[in-house]
Each structure stands twice: as C-alpha cells, then as structure tokens.
C-alpha cells in the first residue's frame, strides 16, 4: 500500500510507523485511515515483535485530530477511523512504544497513552485541551486514570492544559525521558531490549501484564461513550467548535 501521510518501515523485529504531516502531524481521516491499516498490517506480521509510533520533525508528535473533520458530516468516519488506531493499539499483543518529541495534544495524547511505553524528549509536552472547546478526551479519561493518579488524571482532563515530559514521567505517563538529542540513540538501545527477547514470551508476559487492566478498559469505554454522547447534545459542546473555528472566546451557556 502506498502512503501519502505516514512513513513505515521494518527492521530488525521492530515496525515503525511515522505520522508525516509537518509541521505539527495533525491527524485528518486519510492520515487515520493509513495508520489504522499500517498498524493492523505491521501487527499481524510474524517477524514484529514490537511496533514503534512516532512522528517527523521536533515541533509535534500529533497536535491531535484534525478540527475540520470534527463537523457532523465527518464525523462518524472521523471516529471510526480513530477508534480503528485506539483499539488495534490497546488490544495490540504485541508490544507497542510511543516515542514522542514536542506535542503532544488531544488524539495525539491519546495515541500516546494507548501504546505499552512512551519514551519523550525534554522539550515533550502532553495535554488534553478538548475541554477548552466544551468537550472532554474520552479515551484519555480513561486511560490517564489508570495510569496515573486519579487526582493527576482530573488535573489533566479538566485544565486543558500543557504537562512538561518531566512531569509526565512523575504522572507515570511517560517511562523514560532523554535530551532531545540523544531521542534517536536512546530509541535504538530501548528497542534493542525488547527485539532481543522471544516474541512469544513477551506476547505471553505482556497478556498476563495486562489481563485486569484490558478489561477495566473495554468497560470504562462502553461507559465513556454513552457519557460522551450526552455531553455532545449540549450547547456548550457545540458552542466550543463554533468558537473555536470563529476564533474567537466560547460564551458557556452551562456554568
């Protein structure tokens, strides 16, 4: 398949799909689509034994999902098409790494937190900005509460606004974090830890790891949805993109 938003490459029992949308690799439905589909396909292969996400440039990982394809008639596609990335990540039994320099915002947040590990730059930075236009990251809800402390999780959910990656590391967010110019040599020696081990024994290991925590999640999601769904029939969600694509200050109805 040949990609016009991501790069893909295979080497050494690791597949790394690289979001190539400069400067900030949003995240349109063309560009979802192809990961969605690069991920299922680079899983499936015998010879992976850890699948690696990452982003071109230092500016961003992914500033997020594309606010343009947020309108109700992209919508379902939109959501189907990241739901596709999330799930296949999430259920993924193979490992999965994040490797993140710059921001990190909305889905790409979320992209982020549904890998195994995240390794990060200094100059990483991690939010979930949604509420700022009425809304809420869902999934990194979900995912933050289980991985950080509750209180951390709100903070982050509920402010909008930007964590350091040092920070993120604290938060148990992040596993490791390195100068931005070492990211590239430190990524080699932390797949290499992986690559060397049996496939299936990880595969093993990480289902064990994982088991509790897997099925607190696909609960929390049906949940999370239905959640979401009442939130999205509000005036204050439609108001935020209105705002938002008007440039201008949201006026909550909802205080």
Request: hydrophobic letters at 45%; aromatic letters at 4%.
């Amino acid at each position: 398949m040949a990609y016009q938003n991501i790069l893909v490459d295979t080497k050494d029992g690791a597949a790394t799909i690289t979001i190539n949308r400069p400067p900030v690799n949003v995240m349109n439905i063309a560009t979802m689509r192809e990961m969605g589909a690069a991920i299922k396909d680079r899983l499936a292969d015998p010879g992976v034994k850890i699948l690696v996400i990452t982003a071109s440039g230092n500016r961003a990982f992914s500033a997020g999902v594309d606010v343009a394809d947020h309108v109700p008639e992209r919508m379902k596609d939109m959501l189907d098409s990241f739901d596709s990335i999330i799930t296949s990540l999430l259920y993924s039994e193979k490992l999965t790494l994040a490797v993140v320099n710059g921001m990190a915002l909305g889905g790409g947040l979320e992209v982020a937190l549904c890998c195994d590990m995240v390794l990060a730059s200094e100059k990483a930075t991690f939010a979930a900005p949604e509420i700022k236009l009425g809304m809420f990251a869902g999934v990194g809800a979900i995912l933050l509460a289980r991985l950080s402390p509750m209180r951390k999780a709100i903070e982050i959910i509920c402010s909008g606004d930007n964590i350091s990656a040092r920070e993120a590391e604290m938060a148990g967010i992040v596993n490791k974090v390195v100068p931005e110019e070492s990211l590239e040599a430190e990524k080699a020696r932390f797949i290499a830890r992986f690559t060397a081990n049996s496939g299936i024994a990880m595969k093993m290991a990480k289902k064990t790891v994982t088991s509790g925590y897997i099925r607190e999640v696909r609960d929390a999601m049906h949940e999370g949805e239905k959640i979401y769904d009442e939130l999205m029939k509000t005036e204050d969600a439609h108001e935020g993109m209105k705002a938002f694509m008007e440039k201008r200050k949201p006026i909550w109805k909802n205080r």
